[in-house]
């Protein structure tokens, strides 16, 4: 407890993309993440006599109340029973992800979240603290998350991220252009990481194999970004795809926008996050070649994309 309580308590937290080890860090391996200048932020007040606490999500337009059954109240109750609040709170939040896309949303509609009633409360909580509250809110959602989604919408910036450790930033020697494409398709990460341990518990030989080999693709890929070698990011962004693909958790479409971003000239593209759906990434040489990426992938796959520049000073 720092300082006094406040009548409105506001918090921010930002998206991430995984740029190479998703779901091999479920199993202890490392990977490399980014924050997006997109995320969640939330609003909190006191709630008047007699309310319970509620929590209001835009552009979602959905008000839940902990006790309710969706997943998101019982995060909600799970949160505000860690952070413990002990007076009714009125919560409005505002989403500037699309759900279910691996972008981590989720994690950072959760800090926003945290950090609005710590706000409000005149609570201040370290990193290590708020990693481990909005981890008990992603858990509802993931059942096992390796937390490199709170990690991130916590830090920000470009980071080595393994299970149960801190974040080391990562500094990149040139900026990133990143195309982050959305299929559209909703995945839930909750049912990829179960299908890869299905597998796992199946074929734990080769999987611990797959698993060694995309950490050293993330070992190679965080030694490219220190280098500004984009060439060999690209290439390890094709190798960690496939990869992937090998653990049948890419879509057509994924695959398809993964097509059209090499064709369009990118260095390297793969999926992002839980797979089954959600997003693309692909890394390109300059912006302008982004733009083009970008562009090609909504003629030719009439999908959403958007150029991120990763790693920029500032
Ligand atoms: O789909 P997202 O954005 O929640 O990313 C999940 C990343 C995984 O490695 C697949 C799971 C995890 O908990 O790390």
Known sequence: MSAPPLATGAGEACGKVILLGEHSVVYGRPALAAGLPRGARARATWAPAGETSSLHVSPWDVTVRPGDERSLAQ?????????????????????????????????????????????????????????????????????????????????????????????????????IPLVVGDSGESCSTKITVADVAR????????MEKQFDAIAAIVRNGRLAVEAGDLKALGQLFDM?????????????????????????????????GGGGGGCMIAVCEDRESAERVREAIAEQNGKRAFVAMIGEAG
């Open 240 to 272: 960690n795809q496939s990869l992937l693909a090998g653990m049948l958790i890419s879509t057509r479409t994924l695959e398809e926008m993964i097509g059209t971003a090499r064709a369009a000239g990118a260095l390297g593209a793969k999926l992002t």
């Open 75 to 175: 995060a909600f109750g799970t949160l505000l029973a860690a952070a413990g609040v002990e007076k009714a709170v009125r919560v409005e939040a505002e989403v500037e992800l699309p759900g279910g896309s691996g972008l981590g949303s989720s994690a950072a509609l959760g800090v926003a979240v945290l950090r609005a009633i710590d706000a409000l409360g005149g609570v201040s909580r370290d990193e290590a603290s708020q990693l481990e509250l909005s981890l008990a809110w992603e858990r509802v959602f993931h059942g096992n998350p390796s937390g490199v989604d709170n990690a991130m919408a916590i830090a920000g910036g470009l980071a080595w991220y393994v299970r149960g450790e801190p974040i080391v930033r990562v500094r990149a020697r040139r900026a």
């Open 199 to 206: 597998q796992h518990e199946k074929n734990r030989e080769r």
